[in-house]
């Protein structure tokens, strides 16, 4: 089993940055791909950015150019810099595994953006 434990959500201003961060743990192995989504109440959980082993990337649309998705393999984390927040861009933020079979979900992380 893999488990994920995500961080670095809270409240910020329009204009503003914060970066979220999801550290992995169990049996990971050593291919994998990591991604972020992003859930408003009562809307489908979207697809927000991911990154492979070889940390090819991948953004939708509407965060190309503001949010940056990276990882750092000896931590096993893989972290989701913010950047130009708006408020659009609020809801919870989930961290996403998969790899060798294996699939997991975080408990996801509260972002706000608000003046």
């Known amino acids: 089993q893999v488990q994920l434990a995500e961080s670095g959500g809270g409240l910020v201003q329009p204009g503003g940055s914060l970066r979220l961060s999801c550290a992995a743990s169990g049996s990971i192995g050593s291919i994998y791909t990591m991604a972020w989504y992003r859930q408003v109440p009562g809307n489908q959980r979207e697809y927000v950015a991911k990154?492979?082993?070889?940390?090819?990337?991948n953004y939708q649309d509407t965060v190309k150019g503001r949010f940056t998705i990276s990882r750092d393999n000896a931590k096993n984390t893989v972290y989701l810099r913010m950047n130009s927040l708006k408020p659009e861009d609020t809801a919870v933020y989930y961290c996403?595994?998969?790899?060798?079979?294996?699939?997991?979900w975080g408990q996801g992380t509260q972002v706000a953006v608000s003046s």
């Open positions: 990154i492979t082993t070889g940390n090819i990337t």
């Open positions: 996403y595994f998969f790899g060798g079979g294996r699939s997991a």
